[in-house]
């Protein structure tokens, strides 16, 4: 059980690290660039839809971060209105990133047809 939990918060960070990257480079142009930059074609990409995209990331950042803590036993027990109220604020990020993230990939993908597909069928669902 320990080991899942490690695995959890391990990919909880990788996601926070991403999304604040990407809320960076989006809040500030150019902070990140570098000439030998492997993202420089998506920080272009995503920086044509700012607004849409900010909305999608950081509610998904709380979504990240309060997703986990619902399955925490002692959480629970020994604060469940602490556990409602995560429950009800991670409940309203993932509408947020959920409707974002449709809206996004109904627009310019990265992905193309393949991408609008797998988005429309599993984010649906």
């Known amino acids: ?33 570098s000439p030998r930059n492997p993202a420089a074609g998506l920080d272009t990409h995503f920086s044509g839809e700012r607004t849409l995209v900010l909305t999608h990331i950081l509610p998904a950042m709380l979504f990240m971060l ?13 604060y469940p209105q602490v556990h409602r109220w995560s429950g009800r604020i991670f409940l309203a990020a993932s509408a947020v ?14 992905g193309g047809l393949d991408e609008k597909a797998a988005i429309a069928l ?4």
């Open 1 to 33: 059980m320990r080991l899942l939990w490690i695995a959890v918060i391990f990919l909880a960070f990788i996601g926070l690290a991403v999304a604040t990257r990407r809320a960076i480079v989006l809040l500030k142009p150019g902070a990140m660039s």
């Open 66 to 78: 309060l997703g986990p803590l619902q399955f925490v036993r002692g959480l629970r027990g020994r």
């Open 97 to 110: 990133v959920g409707v974002s993230g449709l809206k996004l990939a109904f627009g310019k993908t990265v």
């Open 122 to 125: 599993f984010g649906t669902f």
